[in-house]
């Protein structure tokens, strides 16, 4: 696909709606990691993912990166066609991710990682495609790269680290700078990876405050922000709705509270349930716990 093509005005999607996944499945082997999956995400949404371990989570969230092709289905940001695109390309359409282990340049500082962020932005917001790293950094360097890095920076209130080698940051903070790259690239979907996997209890909610108040300051743009996380203190308190995920299937699509307490989910997602459980789906060798 060239530069124009995408840059091609998108065709008008559902009003306040950003995302759709219509029928997406996805194999490897006998393993179906995506089974019919349907999903709607409105403009500005927080929505959850949860599901134990091998539920078919990053699955989905791979294929809307388009790390991966699904088998069948169709995938549409702002009403345009994306299933086929290359991760780049819908990185550059405006669906940015960050990723359980932060993907960052190690032996550059926070701010030169947010440059790299903010010269790779959404094409029709001006992000230029690198063309070697020198050509590249005398572009990043200039004053609105500098600045808009330097703003990102300000927004997670990581301005302290903005010169310190990456490799030398606590773990959280490193967290952060990755997803303000995901955020610097101006995404109309951000998808978080368990953000909070691997910070400590106490570390957990402040990392998710500064997220979502990063979030909140997007110039009058609606992001909207597709977290995978297996906690659900953190869940409830910042989602507005849940995808629940088991064996391949979405069990349920709705308001936290509703999703937490329906018997499926509580049997086969989140280990809370009591008694037998008669949720459904039936499926062998079931069993959640480690949502
Ligand atoms: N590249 C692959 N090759 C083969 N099987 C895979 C591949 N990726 C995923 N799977 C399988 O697909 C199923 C869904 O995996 P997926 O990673 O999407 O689950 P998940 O919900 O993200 O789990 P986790 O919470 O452990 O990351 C699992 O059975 C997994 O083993």
């Known amino acids: 696909m060239s530069e124009a093509d995408e840059q091609a005005p998108p065709v008008p999607a559902a009003a306040g709606t950003v995302l759709e996944a219509h029928g997406l499945q996805k194999r490897f082997g006998a393993v179906v990691a995506a089974s019919d999956i349907h999903v709607t995400v409105p403009t500005g949404a927080r929505l959850s993912l949860i599901g134990a371990n091998g539920a078919g989570k990053t699955t989905f969230v791979n294929m809307v990166t388009g790390y991966l092709k699904p088998d069948a289905g169709r995938i549409t940001l702002a009403g345009r066609d994306i299933t086929a695109l290359g991760p780049r390309q819908i990185t550059r359409l405006g669906v940015c991710r960050s990723f359980q282990i932060p993907q960052l340049c190690e032996p550059m500082t926070p701010l030169e990682n ?108 609606e992001v909207a922000v597709l977290f995978v996380e297996h906690d659900m203190d953190i869940v409830t308190r910042y989602a507005d709705r849940v995808l629940a995920f088991y064996a391949g299937e979405i069990i349920a699509d709705d308001a936290p509270d509703e999703v937490l307490s329906d018997p499926a989910v509580q049997k086969y997602v989140t280990g809370t349930a ?18």
Not at 148 to 158: G, N, P, S, V, Y
């Open 114 to 221: 947010l440059l790299v962020a903010v010269g790779a932005g959404r094409s029709d917001h001006g992000g230029a495609a690198p063309r070697g790293l020198g050509a590249f950094f005398g572009a990043a360097r200039s004053g609105a790269a500098l600045a808009a890095a330097h703003a990102m920076l300000a927004r997670f209130e990581l301005q302290d680290y903005a010169d310190q080698p990456v490799n030398e940051l606590p773990g959280g903070v490193r967290k952060l700078i990755d997803i303000a790259m995901a955020l610097a690239r101006r995404p109309r979907v951000l998808l978080l990876d368990e953000p909070t996997s691997g910070v400590s209890t106490e570390e957990k909610f402040p990392l998710m405050d500064r997220v979502m108040a990063a979030l909140a300051g997007t110039d009058g743009e």
């Open 274 to 291: 009591r008694g037998n459980g008669n949720g459904t789906p039936e499926r062998d060798g079931g069993g959640g716990g480690d949502a």
